[in-house]
C-alpha cells in the first residue's frame, strides 16, 4: 500500500529554502549553511547540522524529511570496481543506483529518474519490470549524495566525478524532475550547491525526439547519450518499440538539429547482441545513418561517437551477448568509415548491475533476483 511521500529538504530550490526560512522569521544566511550540509557534508540526519540553532533545527525536522532513501540491499561486484544499492523510498517504490569506478581515477554515480520504466526495451530488465512512478528531483538528487556519502564513508580522498542518467527510467520522460536535479547537481559550490561540472553528467534517452528538441534549447554542457541498437526500423521496432513512433529518420533530424545548435558531440549506445545487430550489414547501415546526420557545417569534425558493449543478461530477454571477435569485427567497419567508437568492458554483471540489468527485485534472502 503507499503512502504520500514526504517533502524533502532535497525538493527544495534555493529560493525556495530562502522563503521558508523567511516565513520562519529566520536570517537569509541560514540558506547558505543549510545548504552547504545538503550538498557538501551530505549529512544523514537534521540534527547533524551542528551550526544551526536547536530552535531552527527543530523547524527543519517538524516539516521536512530528510535521507529518504532506505537501504534495502547492497552489493559488491567481484570485478572491485563497481557497487549497487536498491533503495525504497516511502510509498514503497523502489530504484537502484550504482557506482562505478575506473582505474581509481573516474568515480560514476549512475542514477534512476523513474521507478521502472514505461519505454519496453526488448533486452532491458527495467522495461521488462514495467513503469512505476517518476522519481521527484529531490529524489534524484538523493542518489547521488548517497553514493557520494559512501564514498566519503570509504576514503576521506575519494569524491564522485561523473553522474550519468544511465539507471532506470528513461530521462526525457520525467523532463522537468531530470532538468532540476541537473541543475541543482551544478550549483557552485560557493554558493552552498554540489558544483558538479555540467560537462561530467551525461543524459541517455532511447530516443524521445521532442525530448532531444528539448534539450538542445537548455544552453548546458551536459553530454548526451541516444540508445540507438539498431540501424534501420524493422529491427529497432523490436528492439526498442519507441522506434514505431519516432522512427530513426526522426532521429536523425533531431540529432542533427541538436549538434548544430550545441556544437556538442553526441553519442550512440548500441548493445551488441549475438547474430541480431553485430552483423555486417548492421555496421553498414550504422554508417549510412550517421552519414545522414552529418552536418557540412561541422566538416573535419567527429560529433558522434558510438559506444558499443556486449549484451548484458536478463531475464526476459534470451538474446546473447556478441562475442570479441564479432564485436572487432564491427568496430573495424565503423573505424574504416571514420567513426569513432569503442567496446566498453562490462561491469557489476555478477551483481546485475550492467547496462541494461537494473531491475527492483530481491530474493527473500536479499540477493539480487535470479537471473536466467
Known amino acids: 500500500m503507499s503512502t504520500t511521500i514526504p517533502t524533502s529538504l532535497y525538493d527544495l530550490t534555493a529560493d525556495q529554502l530562502a522563503d521558508q526560512l523567511a516565513a520562519w522569521g529566520q536570517p537569509a544566511f541560514h540558506a547558505k549553511q543549510i545548504r552547504r550540509w545538503l550538498y557538501q557534508q551530505f549529512v544523514a540526519h537534521i540534527d547533524e547540522m551542528t551550526d544551526l540553532s536547536k530552535t531552527l533545527r527543530a523547524q527543519l525536522s517538524a516539516h521536512y524529511a530528510l535521507g529518504r532513501l532506505i537501504p534495502v540491499a547492497e552489493h559488491f561486484s567481484s570485478d572491485g570496481w563497481t557497487r549497487k544499492w536498491l533503495l525504497r523510498l516511502p510509498d514503497g517504490s523502489e530504484i537502484e543506483t550504482v557506482l562505478m569506478e575506473y582505474d581509481g581515477i573516474?568515480?560514476?554515480?549512475?542514477?534512476?529518474s523513474q521507478a521502472g520504466c514505461a519505454m519496453d526495451c526488448a533486452f532491458c530488465a527495467t522495461g521488462q519490470m514495467g513503469f512505476v512512478r517518476n522519481l521527484r528531483a529531490g529524489e534524484i538528487i538523493e542518489q547521488v549524495l548517497w553514493v557520494a556519502r559512501a564514498m566519503r564513508h570509504?576514503?576521506?580522498?575519494?569524491?564522485?566525478?561523473?553522474?550519468?542518467?544511465?539507471?532506470?527510467?528513461?530521462?526525457?520522460?520525467n523532463y522537468n524532475n531530470v532538468l532540476e536535479a541537473i541543475r541543482r547537481l551544478t550549483e557552485p559550490q560557493s554558493a552552498g550547491g554540489f558544483g558538479l561540472g555540467a560537462r561530467r553528467i551525461t543524459v541517455s534517452t532511447v530516443g524521445i525526439v521532442p525530448g532531444i528538441r528539448r534539450f538542445a534549447e537548455e544552453a548546458l554542457q551536459v553530454n548526451l547519450a541516444i540508445s540507438l541498437h539498431a540501424a534501420n526500423d524493422e529491427l529497432r521496432n523490436q528492439l526498442v518499440p519507441l522506434n514505431k513512433r519516432y522512427p530513426l529518420k526522426d532521429l536523425a533530424l533531431a540529432t542533427r538539429e541538436y549538434i548544430r545548435?550545441?556544437?556538442?558531440?553526441?553519442?550512440?549506445?548500441?548493445?551488441?547482441?549475438?547474430?541480431?545487430?553485430?552483423?555486417?550489414?548492421?555496421?553498414?547501415?550504422?554508417?549510412?545513418?550517421?552519414?545522414?546526420?552529418?552536418?557540412?557545417?561541422q566538416e573535419g569534425r567527429n560529433m558522434i561517437h558510438v559506444n558499443m558493449i556486449p549484451l548484458n543478461p536478463t531475464a526476459g530477454y534470451a538474446g546473447r551477448a556478441t562475442?570479441?571477435?564479432?564485436?572487432?569485427?564491427?568496430?573495424?567497419?565503423?573505424?574504416?568509415?571514420?567513426?569513432?567508437?569503442?567496446?566498453?568492458?562490462?561491469?557489476?554483471?555478477?551483481?546485475?548491475?550492467?547496462?541494461g540489468q537494473l531491475k527492483a527485485a530481491v530474493s527473500p534472502d536479499g540477493e539480487p533476483a535470479a537471473m536466467a
Do not use: Y
Open 106 to 112: 573516474r568515480r560514476t554515480a549512475c542514477i534512476s
Open 323 to 355: 562475442d570479441r571477435e564479432r564485436a572487432r569485427h564491427f568496430s573495424a567497419i565503423l573505424a574504416e568509415a571514420g567513426i569513432p567508437n569503442t567496446i566498453r568492458v562490462r561491469r557489476g554483471i555478477d551483481i546485475h548491475a550492467g547496462c
Open 261 to 297: 545548435k550545441t556544437n556538442r558531440r553526441v553519442s550512440f549506445e548500441w548493445a551488441l547482441i549475438d547474430g541480431v545487430n553485430d552483423t555486417v550489414e548492421q555496421a553498414r547501415l550504422l554508417v549510412k545513418f550517421i552519414r545522414s546526420i552529418h552536418d557540412p557545417q
Open 154 to 173: 570509504q576514503s576521506a580522498v575519494d569524491r564522485l566525478s561523473n553522474v550519468v542518467f544511465m539507471g532506470m527510467g528513461e530521462p526525457f520522460a
